[in-house]
């Protein structure tokens, strides 16, 4: 399993990124994909989740700025993050079927049991 983010940057305090990812298999045959995040020093988070019908969540800190996607036919995830401020500074990742996270941290043991891309950096300056 193969997951490629980008989209990363550094962008001044209230701007905007999209992230994209793009999974090996098809998007729609997994159950759930999400976005994660972890900040130097701090453990990964859940950010955003979107089930497979459509149904999305989002971790408090992101709620309204943050949107996550998905183009079936194009099989990608996005997560278009608006509004960015400093705390958004992270690497972030994207993840299949690594569902009810949306909010919370991950264990390192969680962690090893799902497959991670090499992440893209935001920084929010």
């Known amino acids: 399993v193969q997951l490629v983010e980008s989209g990363g940057g550094s962008v001044q305090v209230g701007g905007s990124l999209r992230l994209s990812c793009i999974p090996s298999?098809?998007?729609?045959?997994?159950?759930?994909m999400g976005w994660f995040r972890q900040a130097p020093g701090k453990e990964r988070e859940g950010v955003a989740s979107i089930e497979r019908e459509g149904t999305t969540t989002y971790a408090d800190s992101v709620k309204g700025r943050f949107t996550i996607s998905h183009d079936i036919a194009k099989n990608i995830l996005y997560l278009q993050m608006n509004s960015l401020k400093p705390e958004d500074t992270a690497m972030y990742y994207c993840a299949k079927d690594l569902c009810g996270f949306t909010g919370f941290t991950v264990s390192r043991t969680i962690q090893s049991k799902v497959y991670w891309g090499q992440g893209t950096q935001v920084t929010v300056s």
């Open positions: 298999g098809h998007i729609d045959s997994s159950f759930c």
